[in-house]
Structure formats: structure tokens, C-alpha cells
């Protein structure tokens, strides 16, 4: 299997009971790409990415993390793997501080100091981190759970919606808060986003997803021109329309 991709996901299929969330999804992530998996509620977008977490088994297709097989041997694929789940939560009680040391214990048991440096730096939170998270605003806590995922330096980043529910500021500091991270490691990464403008701003190459398939895939400049559009939104609806 080739390790110049870092990701590679293919023919995924994966069923709810009669309900298909997603069927024969694939593509591939290299080095140093932020690849976003683009797609209206409902598409398949964090069944697939659960999968690549290793969270849930697909009923058929493979995926290989830094050439490993994620679904026969998970337990070495996630050594690869950072995860930021949609529904992430901080604990409230805890100090953005106590979180950075619990994870980078738990991440990087050889070297949690080196960690604990990173997620400070990346986190961009300053003396807050000594706060309890209670008294964190919503972009705040973002910040801190996309550190947490950050600081171990995984080889593939798994952002599900990592702008989710947040204003415009804190989505500004978000993006450039991963943008400088996949530029100063060189890691890759899958996000997850039904913000066209997030996407065309931050992703080097993109899949478009709609009812749990592939529709298109391509650097969003090469989408705006394959559909003739003014810009991503409307190339997703024509290619979505064109199926
Ligand atoms: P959103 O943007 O709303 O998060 P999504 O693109 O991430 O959507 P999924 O959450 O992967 O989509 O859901 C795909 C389909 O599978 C949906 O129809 C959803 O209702 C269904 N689904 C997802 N998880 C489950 C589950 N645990 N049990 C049953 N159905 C599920």
C-alpha cells in the first residue's frame, strides 16, 4: 500500500438499520492537505469521519491511515489519529490547563511536556488557560478541544464542524488557528463543514457529499470552473442537480 497518501478511504458503506448513511464513499488525503467533506445535514459526513476515527466499523470498503489498515488493526491506526467529534465537550470544573495535561498524558505518555507546550501555543488562550472552562466563551472552548486533538501532532487531523455554532470572530481564529497548524507540521487533515465560505477558504481539496455519496471532488477552484459557477455553493447545487 502506498504511504504517500496518508489517508486512503474506499468504497465505504455503512448502514442504520433500512437507512444507508453512506454509500461507497472514497477518496484520498496527502501529506499536508486539508481535505473537507462538504455536505447538507443528513449526507453521511460524520458517519464517515467516525469511521476513519475507527469509531464505528463500515459493512464493507477499507481505510488506511499512514498505511496501516484502520479497520482490522484500529489500535495502531488511532497512534495516528487526532479526533475532534461535532458534539466535543470540555469538563467545567477543569481548567483549560488540567485538560492540556490530562491529554497530553494520555497522548503523548513519552513526551507530555512537549504536548502540554503545543497545545499552550496552538490553543492561543494565553493566561485563560488557568481559568476553569466554565468561564469560557463558546470560541474559547473550540479552541481548547481543537488543541486537545492538535497536540500530540497527529499524522491525520479529524475536525467534524470544528467552526460549529460559533460567530464570526471566533470562526476567523478557528481557521487560522488550523491553517497555521497543517502548515508548521505538515500533517493531514478531514474536516467536516456546511459553510461553503469555511471550505473555499481553508481546503485544499474538497468532496462534495449529498445523500451518503461522493457527487464531485477537486480543489474548490477547480469545482467553481468544472460546473461553470460564481463560487463553491452554487458549483455543490449544480453538481448535486447534475446526478
Ligand atoms: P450533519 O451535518 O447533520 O451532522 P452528516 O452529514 O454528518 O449530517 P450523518 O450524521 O453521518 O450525516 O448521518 C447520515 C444519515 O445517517 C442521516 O440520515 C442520519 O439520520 C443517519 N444516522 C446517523 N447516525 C445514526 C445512528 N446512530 N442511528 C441511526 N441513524 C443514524
Not at 152 to 181: C, F, Q, W
Not at 183 to 188: E, H, I, V
Not at 190 to 199: A, G, K, Q, T
Amino acid at each position: 500500500m502506498t504511504t504517500e497518501y496518508i489517508l486512503i478511504v474506499d468504497n465505504l458503506w455503512k448502514s442504520y438499520g433500512d437507512k444507508v448513511a453512506v454509500k461507497g464513499v472514497g477518496f484520498r488525503v496527502r501529506k499536508g492537505e486539508i481535505f473537507g467533506l462538504i455536505g447538507p445535514n443528513g449526507a453521511g459526513k460524520t458517519t464517515t469521519l467516525r469511521i476513519i476515527a475507527t469509531l464505528i466499523k463500515p459493512d464493507k470498503g477499507a481505510v488506511w491511515v499512514k498505511g496501516v489498515d484502520a479497520i482490522k488493526d484500529p489500535i495502531s491506526a488511532r497512534k495516528h489519529i487526532g479526533y475532534l467529534p461535532e458534539d466535543a465537550e470540555v469538563y467545567p470544573r477543569l481548567t483549560g490547563f488540567e485538560h492540556l495535561l490530562f491529554y497530553a498524558r494520555l497522548r503523548s505518555p513519552d513526551n507530555p511536556e512537549k504536548a502540554i507546550e503545543f497545545g499552550k501555543k496552538i490553543s492561543g488562550l494565553g493566561k485563560r488557560l488557568f481559568d476553569r472552562t466554565s468561564e469560557y466563551s463558546k470560541g474559547m472552548k473550540r479552541r481548547l478541544l481543537i488543541a486537545l486533538a492538535l497536540l500530540s501532532k497527529p499524522d491525520l487531523a479529524i475536525l467534524d464542524e470544528p467552526t460549529s455554532g460559533l460567530d464570526v470572530y471566533a470562526s476567523v481564529r478557528v481557521r487560522k488557528m488550523i491553517r497555521e497548524y497543517v502548515t508548521s507540521t505538515g500533517s493531514a487533515m478531514v474536516i467536516s463543514s456546511h459553510n461553503m465560505l469555511e471550505v473555499e477558504y481553508l481546503c485544499d481539496r474538497v468532496a462534495f457529499i449529498n445523500k451518503g455519496v461522493v457527487v464531485a471532488e477537486g480543489s474548490p477552484r477547480e469545482l467553481v470552473e468544472k460546473y461553470s459557477a460564481e463560487n463553491l455553493e452554487e458549483a455543490f447545487v449544480k453538481a448535486v442537480a447534475g446526478r
